[in-house]
């Protein structure tokens, strides 16, 4: 099984036609995604040939529903045309809408998670790279040649480290890889990820990556602690931020010591949490709790 995208999964993508949507469908569709159509209303009509199937145009989302039975959509769409495809696929009723997009204004990311949730719309992002069911699909930009079906589920605010953590277990696999997003506002949570990797049969052991700034991991140790029986491995990226300066994601604002790395690690420790001090570290971590050997001190 998985969280939120399986083999079923059918994809339209908003934006396919974009030089950013191109490359990435192609992707997709390599990996085994369904992709059933791409969104651009000046382009509908037309028919886009990929190596793997050729690929309609389709002048809205709720077209594509209709026509596909989507249920997923990706959007690689401009910071300012963003909100616009999130509202049009949310009053479409597609179940997951997964925003690549980075540099979204927060005020429109604000109303356009809160209008996608009224209507039944799971946002993913924005200002992500998607997530990836290994072996079955793939919605967004992770490279999925990097990971293989396998018990971790891996939630991560950042894209880079998502890759990093994927690459030091590719031995040991996956079952859902999510990229939720590093802005201050994003639609999905670590809470949301975790309660959903609780319920996941095939998800033995979840790994949290968390970054400086928010409280999100705070909250998350919070959950943890009063709801999840699995066992958890973290990291969290900040350690060596010097204070006083704006870093990484617009979502890493630290006050005093409010969302300090240190401060993140001893609430996830509080909670049963192993968190590494280094991406290396944390997969170790994570073979060692599933009963796994290592070679040379790396993770077999």
């Not at 996956?174 to 999905?188: K, L, Y």
């Not at 990291?235 to 870093?247: I, L, N, Q, W």
């Amino acid at each position: 099984m998985a969280i939120h995208l399986t083999k079923e999964s059918k994809v339209l993508v908003q934006g396919m036609t974009g030089a950013e949507g191109m490359k990435h469908t192609r992707r997709m569709l390599a990996a085994g995604t369904d992709v059933v159509g791409g969104v651009n209303p000046r382009k509908a009509g037309r028919t886009v040939d990929f190596e793997e199937r050729a690929v309609p145009v389709l002048g809205s989302v709720r077209e594509g529903v209709e026509r596909t039975g989507a249920d997923v959509t990706v959007v690689f769409v401009p910071p300012a045309f963003a909100k616009a495809a999130v509202l049009e696929a949310a009053d479409a009723r597609i179940g997951l809408a997964v925003v690549i997009t980075e540099g979204v204004p927060v005020h429109d990311t604000v109303a356009f998670t809160a209008y996608a949730e009224a209507r039944g719309t799971r946002i993913i992002g924005p200002n992500c790279p998607g997530l990836i069911t290994p072996g079955q699909s793939n919605a967004g930009i992770i490279p999925p040649d990097i990971a293989r079906p396998g018990p971790v589920g891996l939630v991560s605010k950042s894209g880079t480290l998502t890759y990093q953590l994927m690459h030091e277990l590719r031995d040991t696999g996956f079952s859902t890889c999510v990229g939720i997003g590093g802005d201050p506002v994003v639609g999905t949570s670590h809470i949301d990820c975790l309660a959903a990797f609780q319920d996941d049969p095939d998800t033995e052991l979840i790994v949290l990556i968390g970054e400086i700034g928010g409280d999100a991991e705070e909250r998350a140790a919070a959950y943890i602690r009063d709801h999840v029986t699995k066992p958890v491995v973290g990291y969290v990226a900040g350690f060596t931020a010097p204070e006083g300066r704006t870093m990484g994601h617009a979502g890493a604002i630290v006050s005093g010591s409010s969302g300090t790395a240190r401060a993140k690690k001893e609430a996830l420790e509080a909670a049963g949490v192993r968190v590494g001090s280094t991406p290396t570290e944390t997969a170790r971590h994570v073979v060692a709790v599933l009963g796994g050997e290592t070679r040379d001190g790396v993770p077999a």
